[in-house]
């Protein structure tokens, strides 16, 4: 209530300024826009009343730290203006609570280790997606381990089932989620669009007698869609019982918080016999991984002066080679290694960057890396900027430590 | 291991190009895998079974032109379940191994049919494999997972496994060979298949392709376009870690801590797995 007055306020002194300054202009909505644009100027009003801080000439300065670390002097000595209060009201986001869900959505998730990947945010959102946030419905995400960011992901209640994702055939983890949905009542099963999720989502459906969406694009509470195979059709499925959702194509960021509280599910996960037994990962180097969905890259650029030993590095860290389309056009490696713009996109956990200076084009390919390292010699590089961390010192010193120090721990 | 017989499924799909039906890639690629598989072991017999009509025989003599010398066509007749179909006759024939691909062409593509027709037989399914072995005790198969993971299994008989788009690239068809095989036509004139078919799942419907949106990065809905450009296009700008006149070794250790933190780097007492987060 006190936020729509002091906007309503507002917005009137705002309006009463800009039309003061622009005589010229007859319509008072135009008016209103050019307001809009300039609201960040107009960081010198209370949020509560409209009117200018009063400064008081004879207090002392005060110093603030702004987003750069640098210290800033703070004109409005301690009170807060209209967009800095506008952007704290945005900031804080309000917990979606839910007491008694009338139905439930589950999200059955694919992380083995405590972090979500984005198959599994994908997966969140997907349930949000159908679930809504005003129908009632809970999205319950199921998973092996305790993982962490469920708030931020989507998920109302999370229930932890042991063995969820075993990939031997020896458990039945298609039967207990059958009989989830007929103990629960939920009327929809979302799964990771991963190899396991996918061969999940097609023996549930099975199971059900459903036909199961896989890689849908749109999704609603009622309908969704996927693309057909050869890229023709889109088909449209009446009632979303099972689903997979297309990485890219839902939102996974949410203007709420969610309670992820736990959730009591007096399941245990069904034998069944092994006629498929799980022998295991196999151990592949590294530099064979396609570079779009390689997890750990190691680039190089063209202040790398011994490239033998950046091949020899890569080698010895099981790393994927890439490069920039400077290293790539004078040959050092083939043009398939090339990260850019006009290159591939790296979708890495961890991505290290040797000795280059982060060109627009090729952060563009670096856009979805989780995690960036920069090594440089010059501290105003661009990727600088991009990276978590940044390491100003020469690129060939630090891959001599590099390959010295992991021969040592692996040997 | 002895592999007695293998049964291919294969179908067809219509090219979007020219109208015409030709052979799925996906289905030609499960064929590559079981002739490269029959060229290493002669003594294994391999089955092909499409089901359909004869409308479909110049998809079918593409496969033929792979090197299959035979193809047993199934005649479906309206009404009647593929499933039901499929599984009697795999029943009568008594295969050790059964290999498709892992989604169809045309009609929904949801990659649902092994399922039912494991279902049906209550024999196990292993998706997306892009390499058989077979060794003296087991037949070895290769998944292709995310990240480059590639897992193992070892199947016993009999199993039906779905053949993933990684798998390697189908051989193109040769003329001559394509003219020289034969298609053997079963028709299923014992009503009994017909008259017990369960009614097929409903599928969904189809329309034209739509171009999909992809999703808005921001979380905001009301967002500016000004906001909502600056969140897609906004660098760290001070807000990672920098590091200035550190040594290479200290560098060098740091980073190795990092990557053993993720889980990427091995140490001497762990094993290593590609892309796995520990």
Known sequence: MRETTARRRFSLARLSIELKRQRGRKDWREALRFAEVREERLDNRLPSTGQRIRKDPWAIRRFVTAASGRPRLDENQGAIGYSAFRKRVRDSKPTHRLQDPSGYVIAVLDSESGKLNPLDRTCLAAARQIAGLDSGVAVLALSEVAVAGLEEAGADRFSLIPGLRSTGHDVSVEDTLSALVRQLDCQSVVFCDSTIGRHSARTLATKIGVVPAIGAHELGEHCCVARCGAGECDAVYDGVRVVTAKEGFVSTAFSFRFEASALEIGLSLLRADGAIKDLGAENTPADQIPLEEAPFVLCGGAGIRDWSLFNRVAAQLNATRAGTRVVCDKGFLPRDRQVGASGSSSTATVYIALGLSGAVQHLQGIESCEEVIAINIDSAAPIVKRADTSYIADADEVMAELFRQSLEQTQ | ?278
Do not use: W
């Open chain 2, 1 to 278: 291991m002895k592999l007695h017989s293998i049964g291919v499924l294969l179908s067809a799909g219509m090219n979007p190009a020219n109208g015409r039906m030709r052979r799925s890639p996906i289905d030609a690629q499960a064929l590559e895998l079981v002739l490269m598989l029959r060229e290493v072991n002669p003594a294994v017999t391999l089955e092909a079974i499409h089901i359909g009509d004869m409308s479909n025989e110049p998809a079918l003599r593409e496969y033929m032109g792979m090197g299959l010398e035979a193809v047993t066509l199934l005649e479906q007749g309206p009404g009647s379940d593929p499933v039901a179909l499929l599984s009697d006759y795999l029943q009568s024939r008594n295969m050790d191994l059964i290999v498709a691909g892992c989604a169809a062409l045309d009609a929904g593509a949801s990659g649902v049919f092994p399922y039912q027709l494991s279902q049906a037989l209550a024999i196990p399914v292993l998706p997306d494999v892009t390499a058989l072995v077979v060794t003296e005790h087991a037949l070895v198969a290769k998944q292709a997972r995310e990240r480059g993971v590639r897992q193992n299994f070892e199947i016993g008989s009999p199993a039906i496994i779905t053949v993933s788009p990684l798998a390697p690239s189908s051989r193109l068809p040769a003329y001559v060979r394509a003219r020289a095989g034969t298609i053997t036509t079963i028709l299923r004139d014992d009503h009994s298949v017909m008259g017990q078919a369960v009614p097929a799942l409903r599928g969904p419907t189809l329309r034209p392709s739509a171009p999909m949106r992809k999703a808005l990065a921001s979380a905001d809905p009301n967002a500016t376009a000004e906001e909502r450009l600056r969140a897609v296009t906004a660098l760290k700008d001070g807000a990672g870690d920098l590091h200035e006149g550190m040594q290479s070794e200290q560098i060098a250790s740091e980073i190795l801590a990092r990557l053993k933190q993720v889980g990427l780097h091995r140490s001497k007492t762990s094993d290593f797995a590609t892309g796995v987060e520990k």
